[in-house]
Each structure stands twice: as C-alpha cells, then as structure tokens.
C-alpha cells in the first residue's frame, strides 16, 4: 500500500522547507522531499540557499570585509592591530560550521512542524502522484491530494568554459578555496560575481572580472551603479565591460581565458576561473512526461500569478519559475501556495521584492529605477541623500554611497528606492513596507528617525524628493 499526503512538496530549499512548514501549520499532512547532497557526502536540507549560496557566501564576506577593514580602516580609530594575517582553513572551518547549524536547524523545524523529511529523490508523475526514490532504496509511489514543485536552480555551464571543479568552478566550489588564488577571474559582474570576486580580493586576490554587457549592473538605478563602479575600482577590482568569453582552457600553470573586447581578442591567465554567468531552472527528471507540467521557452515551469501550473493542484514555486531568483521571493510563494491549498487567499507583491548586493558598500533596491520610470511616461521626482552627510555614517567610517528615491510627482507615490552604502540590505526593508502600503515620500517624512542612525539617510532622502533635506544641501 503506498503512502498518501495531503500535500508533498519536492525541494527543501527556502522555498520548499517553508512552503511545507506552511502546509503543517494549516494541519494537514505534508511531506517534503529532497535529495541535497554536500561535498562531504551527507544529505542535508536547506537546497542551494543554505549550502552553497546565500549564507556561505556571506559568512565568508563577513570574515573578508573584518580582514579588510583591519587592515585598512581600524587605524583611523586609534586601533593598533600589528600585522594582520588571515587564517583561511579557520575561516572556511567557520562558514562550514554556520551551515552545518543551519541545515540541521531546518531539519529540526520540520520535524518540530510535524513535517516528515524524505531524503531522496522525488518526481511528479500522471495524476498527482510522486515517485520517491531514497538514497538507501527503491523507488515507491506516493499519492498526493496537492503538489508543491520547488526544485531551485543550477550554475549554468558554459560550452567554451566547462567547469573541472578545480581550475574552471562554478559558485559553490569558489565558497571552498583553501588558499587565496594569487590570480582570480571572474567571468559575469552579476550579484555573485561581484560577491565572490569581493571575498578573494580582499583576501589578496587580484581580481578580474569580465562582464558580455556595456552596462555595468544594468538592473540596477544608473546612479546607483555609477557609485558602486568607482567603489569597486578604489577596491582594486579590474572591471571589464563589453568582455564576451570566447573560450577557457587549462595549462599546467594557469587558465587560459580569451574574450573579445572593446580592443578586439584578448586573453587574461589566472590562477582559477569563476563563472558565474547566471543559473537555471533544477528541474532534470523532476517531472514524467506524461505528468501534464508544461515549460516556457526559457526551461521555467509555466505558472499564473498564483504560482499554480497547468495541471490542478499542482504548484511551482521559487527559482524554477518566472520572477527574480531569490530565497526571500521562493518563500514568500511557499508561503502563498500552502495558503491557496489550504483555501485561504492569498497573493505574492512582485512589485516589492527586495534586491540586495551584500559587497562593501552594500548595495540594495525595491521598485522601479529611473530609467524604468522614465519609460512609462508616468511624471516623477527623485530626491537622493549622501551618507557623507550622515552622522552614524562617519562615526562608522563608512561614508560611501547614498539613498535615492524616485516617486510619482501626482501624487507622490513612491516608485522606487535605490541604496549604495553600510547595512543597505537592511535600510531597504523601511522602503519595502513602505512600498507595501503604497506610501507617500510624505509618509516617510513625518515618519520620525532615530538620531543618530542610518536610517536617517533615507528620511532625508525622502526630504530631498520634495527640496526639504534638512542636513543636506540641495544642488
């Protein structure tokens, strides 16, 4: 007799694990797949996010930018620290130990939820049915009353660049350096490419980056991306815009990188290449062929604004469907898909779903930029304020960047907020319920800052959209 679910869901990344914690706390049955495996062998939940993407990642911007600032700022505060070296096995044990706590923490609210987590691999058949094929085992048929599509995303791999796992990596294996790489390329100046080139630099990289577009970070506010270019050049790293990668190759001493440039063919030899040109949908033998899931031209699961595919109680959710790939944008559709499920309304605001670039200045923004703004032909105003000018800026001795807002001049709606500079992915947040609730740059306004703070910054900011800053002057 095969086993049957109210709901499963296949996928225990950010979007799965807390699609499933969902489903429980709406008191149904639910149980979530997936078949995760590190490099040490062990299966664990938690997908790309928790493994080897968001949180290893930033653990070891943390422990880079901590190195960085040691090196270069601590002096301006009448700290002597001496010669400062970087321990990187003590830095990679640290990043493997965060994860490790908080994949095994994920495993914990499962069964806390009263989830049952299936380690395996599972896959859609006809009539709402999942083949669960366990590590240790045979496949067994599972039936399902609803399912949960939330398989995440891959590195793409280029043709002309096939990762080796060694000399030619994608992003996971750029997390598990042992040594600082003496010569780094980095091929995509995207969120991670930038993150990743960050950590080594600051290490003692030296770091090129090659970007296919002429545009540097082209979805990001043009003012925005013009202070994060000069900030990234002061930090040493060699920026290439209009770089298309030709070819990669291995030698005994170096890889070989050649890309046409805006001088025609040129060639680069590092130590170790990146790439780090974007993902894709995870979704090899997730589905029969007869289980009625349709895809779109892009490899994605075709989905309606509810997240719900072609085929009746069936949901896809996160990286394998349309939208901006990012953990907090999966979970938010978890979360609405269980609802929805459960027969509750429920909806997702694509509109304000955050962007962070955790580099130093960090860089962040909700809504529409000014270009995007420009392009409806929709009247606006923008006001902007420099973190030069704030308080709790110098005394952190981190004064690079500003908060920029653009809002609608009829009624003064806010379009869109862009920040470069200390803590942005955290600021953003006051912009994103502000967006939520259809704010005014007014309702920030009168909305009272602590003094001194960073958040000043973007109350000012709010000032300056109508020419009333108060601690800026005004151009």
């Not at 489903?23 to 639910?30: L, R």
């Not at 590190?38 to 930033?58: E, Q, R, V």
């Not at 970070?217 to 925005?224: K, S």
């Not at 709790?392 to 809002?407: D, H, P, Y």
């Amino acid at each position: 007799m095969s086993k049957s679910y109210d709901v499963v869901v296949i996928g225990a990344g950010p979007a799965g694990y807390i699609a499933a914690i969902r489903v429980a706390q709406h008191g149904m049955k639910v149980a979530c797949i997936d078949e995760w495996k590190n490099k040490d062998g062990k299966n664990a939940f938690g997908g790309t996010c928790l493994n080897a993407g968001c949180i290893p990642s930033k653990a070891l911007l943390e422990s880079s930018e901590l190195y960085h600032r040691a090196q270069h700022e601590f002096k301006k505060h009448g700290i002597r620290t001496g010669d400062v070296s970087m321990d990187v096995a003590t830095m990679q044990k640290r990043r493997a130990s965060i994860v490790r706590q908080l994949t095994g923490g994920i495993a914990g609210l499962l069964k806390a939820n009263k989830v049952d987590g299936l380690v395996g691999h599972g896959r859609l058949l006809a009539g709402k049915k999942v083949e669960f094929t366990p590590i240790d085992g045979g496949p067994e048929i599972i039936d399902a009353d609803a399912v949960i599509l939330a398989p995440g995303s891959t590195p793409i791999e280029l043709s002309i660049a096939p990762f080796d796992g060694d000399r030619i990596v994608d992003s996971w294996d750029a997390l598990e350096f042992d040594v600082v790489p003496p010569r780094l390329g980095v091929v995509g100046a995207g969120i991670i490419g930038l993150e990743l080139g960050s950590v080594w630099a600051r290490l003692g990289a030296t770091v090129i980056v090659i970007e296919a577009m002429d545009e540097f970070l082209f979805m990001a506010d043009r003012d925005v991306a013009a202070v994060a270019a000069r900030e990234f050049e002061k930090q040493g790293l060699d920026i290439r815009l209009g770089a298309k990668l030709t070819a990669a190759r291995v030698s005994k001493t170096a890889v070989i990188a050649d890309y046409d440039g805006a001088d025609g063919p040129q060639s680069i030899e590092v130590d170790k290449l990146i790439v780090a040109v974007g993902r894709r949908p995870f979704t090899d033998g997730l589905v029969a062929s007869d289980s009625g899931i349709q895809f779109d031209e892009n490899g994605f699961i075709a989905v309606d604004d509810e997240c719900r595919t072609r085929v009746k109680g069936v949901f896809a959710i996160g990286d394998c469907v349309r939208g901006p790939m990012l953990a907090h944008k999966g979970s938010e559709e978890g979360v609405m898909a269980a609802d929805l499920i459960a027969g509750e309304t429920s909806g997702v605001n694509y509109n304000v779903v955050p962007s962070v670039i955790y580099t130093a200045p960090e860089i962040a923004w909700v809504g529409l930029n000014e270009e995007q703004v420009k392009e409806s032909g929709r009247p606006y105003k923008t006001g902007s304020f420099p973190f030069a000018a704030s308080g709790r800026a110098k005394a952190m001795e981190q004064t690079s960047g500003m908060v920029k807002i653009i809002a609608a001049t009829d009624d003064d709606e806010i379009l869109g907020v862009h920040i470069i500079g200390p803590m942005a992915g955290e600021l953003i947040s006051e912009a994103v319920l502000a967006m939520e609730f259809s704010a005014s740059t007014e309702d920030i306004q009168r909305t009272i800052h602590a003094h001194p703070s960073l958040a000043e910054a973007v109350h000012e900011a709010a000032l300056a959209v109508d020419n009333r800053a108060l601690n800026f002057i005004n151009r």
